[in-house]
């Protein structure tokens, strides 16, 4: 059964770091695509950062380029997010996310965890 | 970006009867096109997948049809349990996925 569990949200002012991390169980860890999502409050999903299986490929939004750091350890299965020079606009329900189905084609991100809880305010 | 438009933003429906809601992408993604649905306080959870492919453990009552840029999720025999938003979600233009901003489905 596949489990994913963030950790590491909280309260921190503009201008200050988080690091989240995503503890993954009941899958192969190092064979599938990984992902940060955002939930906004009142407002809907957006993605924020992927990692391939291997940690070769990354990509980040526009919106967290330059100041958010992805990464994974597949000695631990586990997934991070560096968050710097965080903004109040970066406040939202982080979710951790697997690609397990194997599709042609582009992966989908199938299995969420719960998520953790970030608010940027002085 | 593909802009993802759902509609209605709230739906009211009454037990046993049948919701349907609707999807529009702003450019057509082909079948990559997949419906969550999330309750509160409870992370997003796949139901269907390729336009019409029910993800593991979904009944049959959700049902997802459509192409290109306009899709369905109709869901049937509806039960209290089925209370949520619902979003639908583009995977075809990667990186740049896009979800919906969703539909209230609320059980009369």
């Known amino acids: 059964q596949v489990q994913l569990v963030e950790s590491g949200g909280g309260l921190v002012r503009p201008g200050g770091s988080l690091r989240l991390s995503c503890a993954a169980s009941g899958f192969p860890f190092s064979d599938h695509y990984m992902t940060w999502m955002r939930q906004a409050p009142g407002r809907g999903l957006e993605w924020v950062s992927y990692?391939?299986?291997?940690?070769?490929?990354?990509y980040y939004a526009d919106s967290v380029k330059g100041r958010f750091t992805i990464s994974r350890d597949s000695a631990r299965n586990s997934l991070y997010l560096q968050m710097n020079r965080l903004r109040p606009e970066d406040t939202a329900l982080y979710y951790c996310?697997?690609?397990?189905?194997?599709?042609?084609?582009?992966?989908?991100?199938?299995?969420w965890g719960q998520g953790t809880l970030v608010t940027v305010s002085s | 970006e593909i802009v993802m438009t759902q509609s209605p933003a709230t739906l009211s429906v009454s037990p046993g009867e049948r919701a349907t809601l609707s999807c529009r992408a702003s450019q057509s993604v082909y079948n990559s096109l997949a419906w969550f649905q999330q309750k509160p306080g409870q992370a997003p959870r796949l139901l269907i997948y390729?336009?019409?492919t029910r993800a593991t453990g979904i009944p049959a009552r959700f049902s997802g049809t459509g192409s290109g840029t306009e899709f369905i999720l109709a869901i049937s025999s509806l039960q209290s349990e089925d209370s949520a938003v619902y979003y639908c979600?583009?995977?075809?233009?990667?990186?740049?996925?896009?979800f919906g901003q969703g539909t209230k489905l609320e059980i009369k």
């Open positions: 990692i391939s299986g291997n940690g070769e490929s990354i």
């Open positions: 996310a697997a690609a397990i189905l194997s599709l042609k084609g582009n992966p989908l991100f199938d299995s």
């Open positions: 979600h583009q995977y075809n233009h990667w990186p740049s996925y896009t």
């Open positions: 390729g336009v019409s």
